[in-house]
């Protein structure tokens, strides 16, 4: 087999798995079950999302098109995949798109970011953590690496279900790239407990865009399917600002966070501006960092991208090396039905070292645990 007909094995810094849809009832006692975020399907392509007394209604595509990087049709598809449920049916989709191993976001779990119940929120992720560590990576450890659900609405109880959550095997939790209810905001010293008790465990926290507003739609009219894609990317940019520039990965070198699906070639721009602004208003600045912004920016903020063809060049041209690929299996952003297509089309004309960083490299060193894929 020639390197051209070769497959391209890649690891993904992003993917989602639709939770079962009982599955609060499975794992939380009913009146607390019954409170926890569930979707409720309208007409042919709506759904309802409720939280715990509150809805949210938004539209879903009759026909899910999934495209190429240039816009061609690759395969329409009236549901999602059967892998976006069932964990045996995700190993034979990643094995036919080239993914070895991925971490693994909730899909309504995200949701559970809404609820103002400390208690609620605390036994639901202790819960969840739990299946997700005997359902999703148990059925393939070396694989998938779930994002366990985090209590953020005290900070004692975040702490404890880090520890937990390292103590089942868990690699990564989620954090929402929004404040919690009635929480600091992310550079806020409140926080500090958490920053440590991550470093000390070894955990990754995953930021994915998409959960900082609870208005999930910014703009209407014209262009705005387009601009409330865009919006989403900020979110990731400014939580990782936050947690630079207000110093908990200087205090905290070992503390890694990965920014899911919002791209890559931001890190470069955002690590010159923090410069400048820490340079430049020197006068100002609190706190005082042991490194400049852009150094801490680049060893400590991981970044998955998609379709995005700057995003190699944040690497080989710019030097950000924690440059990450992600599938954003099974949504539309996704590359699911065209990934080994993305995947030449980004990487072919780079060189072995670059390509081997960006689809597996940054990963194993976030996740040293996965195995590697066949040759």
Do not use: C
């Amino acid at each position: 087999m020639n390197e051209g007909t070769r497959k391209i094995w890649a690891h993904s810094g992003d993917s989602h798995f639709l939770e079962p849809d009982d599955l609060w009832f499975q794992i939380l006692p009913a009146k607390q079950a019954e409170r926890m975020p569930r979707s409720e399907k309208v007409g042919e392509n709506e759904e309802i999302v409720h939280v715990d007394g509150k809805s949210f209604r938004r539209t879903l595509p009759k026909v899910m098109t999934v495209r190429g990087a240039s816009g061609e049709t690759i395969v329409e598809m009236s549901h999602r995949p059967p892998g976006a449920r069932d964990v045996k049916a995700r190993l034979v989709d990643l094995n036919n798109e080239g993914i070895w191993a991925e971490v693994v976001y909730a899909s309504l779990g995200l949701w559970s970011n809404m609820i103002e119940d400390s208690v609620l929120v605390r036994d639901a992720a202790r819960a969840e953590n739990e299946w997700l560590v005997s359902e999703i990576q148990g059925a393939a450890p070396d694989r998938l690496v779930p994002a366990g659900l985090m209590p953020l609405l005290s900070i004692d109880d975040a702490v404890a279900e880090v520890q937990h959550a390292a103590s089942v095997g868990l690699k990564i939790v989620s954090l929402p790239t929004g404040i919690p209810p009635g929480m600091k905001d992310w550079n806020d010293l409140s926080w500090e407990p958490l920053w440590a008790a991550a470093e000390e465990a070894g955990m990754v926290l995953g930021f994915h865009i998409g959960t900082e507003n609870n208005e999930r739609v910014l703009y209407r009219g014209p262009g705005g399917a387009v601009l409330n894609l865009l919006e989403t990317s900020y979110e990731g940019q400014r939580t990782a600002a936050k947690l630079v520039g207000g110093g908990a990965l200087d205090r905290h070198p070992d503390l890694k966070i990965l920014i899911s699906e919002g791209g890559a070639t931001w890190v470069p721009f955002v690590g010159d501006r923090l410069n400048e602004g820490y340079r430049q208003h020197a006068a100002f600045v609190r706190p005082k960092l042991s490194r400049e912004p852009k150094q801490i920016l680049y060893r400590q903020v991981y970044a998955s991208f998609q379709h995005d063809e700057s995003a190699p060049a944040a690497l080989w041209a710019m030097g950000y090396r924690n440059v990450m690929f992600g599938s954003d299996y099974p949504h539309l952003e996704g590359t699911f039905g065209h990934t080994q297509k993305t995947l030449r089309e980004l990487f072919d004309g780079v060189t072995p070292e670059v390509r081997h960083r960006i689809t597996r490299g940054a990963f194993e060193e976030l996740f040293p645990h996965v195995s590697s894929p066949p040759e």
